[in-house]
């Protein structure tokens, strides 16, 4: 399967988004990343379900909530209301992970689940049974345009491993410092799904032009 891209609207230009929405589709987006912010698991705060809704009637795209809050349990049937198609939540937000997990998936959505950089690797070995999604992250969440951590390729890879071994059909996501540069030798440590905000929305090119040079740097995995 072809790696996907998955820009994150929290690099649109907000007041134009369903129009750059529009433009990300029809460039050969895969799916959309969308990353809730609650100003307490992280320091910034984003958007909520209406967000999310006016998402969903701008596209047919897949949507893919990254939800970056405490208590992840508390929002979940708002968002799946609110048209998400995938729901992640972070090891570290709540103290019932596995209850949370098993909510999304009742949902009927795609069950995901984030780790932070020096979160031990451990939680997603054991919950990769349960999950669609495994979410490595390669900065720490809270702000877009960061420098991606080099670190990360070895923890990709060692998810990987895991992931052939225990559930083949579950895709490996990585979000943060995402760039054109780096595409092709994150797809190598294992990552089926890149998450990139700054380089596709922000980037001195077009969307689609980014997305082009995205695809240019993949075609070498």
């Known amino acids: 399967m072809a790696v996907a891209i998955a820009p994150s609207i929290l690099a649109a230009d907000f007041a134009r988004l369903g129009e750059q929405i529009r433009e990300a589709e029809e460039a050969g987006a895969d799916l959309l990343h969308v990353d809730v912010m609650d100003g307490r698991f992280v320091p910034n705060i984003t958007l909520g379900p209406l967000v999310v809704e006016a998402c969903r009637r701008s596209t047919a795209l897949s949507l893919d909530v990254h939800l970056m809050v405490e ?7 708002a ?3 609110a048209g998400a198609d995938g729901l992640t939540v972070h090891a ?8 949370s997990l098993a909510s999304v998936r009742r949902a009927g959505l795609r069950v995901g689940l984030a780790v932070n950089p020096l979160t031990p690797l451990e939680v997603v070995c054991e919950a ?7 979410l ?3 900065v720490n969440p809270g702000f877009g345009g960061q420098t991606f951590i080099p670190t990360t390729l070895g923890r990709l ?6 992931r052939d071994r225990l559930n083949p059909d579950c895709r490996i996501e990585v979000d943060g410092g995402i760039v054109p540069a780096n595409a092709a030798a994150v797809a190598r440590a294992g990552a089926d799904i890149l998450v990139a905000g ?9 969307i689609a032009e980014n997305l082009d040079s995205f695809r240019d740097e993949l075609r070498s995995t």
């Not at 570290?92 to 209850?99: G, N, V």
């Not at 990769?128 to 495994?134: E, I, K, M, R």
């Open 128 to 134: 990769l049974p349960l999950l669609d999604l495994a």
């Open 157 to 162: 890879e060692r998810v990987r491993t895991w």
């Open 136 to 138: 490595v992250m390669s």
């Open 71 to 77: 208590d992840p349990g508390r929002y979940l049937e």
């Open 79 to 81: 968002f799946a209301a």
């Open 92 to 99: 570290e937000a709540t103290q019932h992970l596995h209850s």
């Open 198 to 206: 700054s380089a596709i929305f922000g980037g001195e090119g077009s």
